[in-house]
């Protein structure tokens, strides 16, 4: 199995690197609006059954909620997308009786047009275009969380992101993302990407998890921030990492 890059030249599959140089096509300013729509409403699958997003938020942002049930909260979401991991958060607060607001944020305007009409009904939800270290379009957050951002960014804005975590006062964030590994790659070749056509989703899952990380990559990337916080990573079945600070302790 092969990538093609600029040109395409052949790359080879080296997992004991993180592929750089090689842009996700739903990433390019340029790529069709009509299958960059559609690649996001299959995110939401995809996201439902691999991302883990509901064990993480459950474990963390949740039960933190809910030893002080009567307050209110906000979460920031780091790279939105369209929208539908905020959605579900929004539903099981409002089962649960909690408050919160998100504010979910992106800098792709097509996404946040996406976002905004799917939102309809969550007026919890408040969209903003902004980046991801703009941490005043962050609006004072209680949590933040990021599902599949950190291997969308260099990592020198990953290091500059966790030190603004770090300086801000917060209950606890939670950034997920893909774990690298030759296994995963084959597992979403076979397993997810038949089931997803006309869209970006099949050539765009491969490069993501080429892009993804190593345990041992996050904790050198932790190291290099020099946090007086130092998050946790953390493994999750199918191939999953989170760097994970604070929350209520058991």
Known sequence: MALLGEK??????????????????????????????????????VNRWLARYRHILTAGVLRTMRRAPDRSYRLT?????????????????????????????????????????????????????????????????DFVFANHLLHHLPEDVCVELLRRLDRIELLGYSLGDLLRSRWAAMAFRWMVSPFFGRSFLAEDGLISIRRGFTPSELVAMIERAELRRPPRVKRLCPARLVIECGYAAD
Not at 9 to 33: F, I
Request: overall charge negative; hydrophobic content about 40%.
């Open 8 to 45: 395409g030249k052949s790359l080879v599959m080296d997992w004991n690197r993180r592929l750089t140089g090689v842009e996700e096509r739903m990433d390019r300013d340029d790529c069709p609006e009509d299958l960059l729509l559609r690649t996001v409403g299959q995110f939401e699958t």
């Open 77 to 141: 979401d780091l790279g939105a997308g369209g929208g539908d991991i905020d959605r579900w958060l929004i539903r099981r607060c409002r089962q649960a009786g909690l408050r919160l607001e998100i504010v979910a944020l992106d800098h792709d305007r097509r996404l946040l047009r996406y976002a905004a009409a799917a939102n309809a009904d969550f007026p919890e939800i408040r969209m903003v275009e902004a980046d991801v270290l703009d941490t005043d379009a962050w609006q004072n957050p």
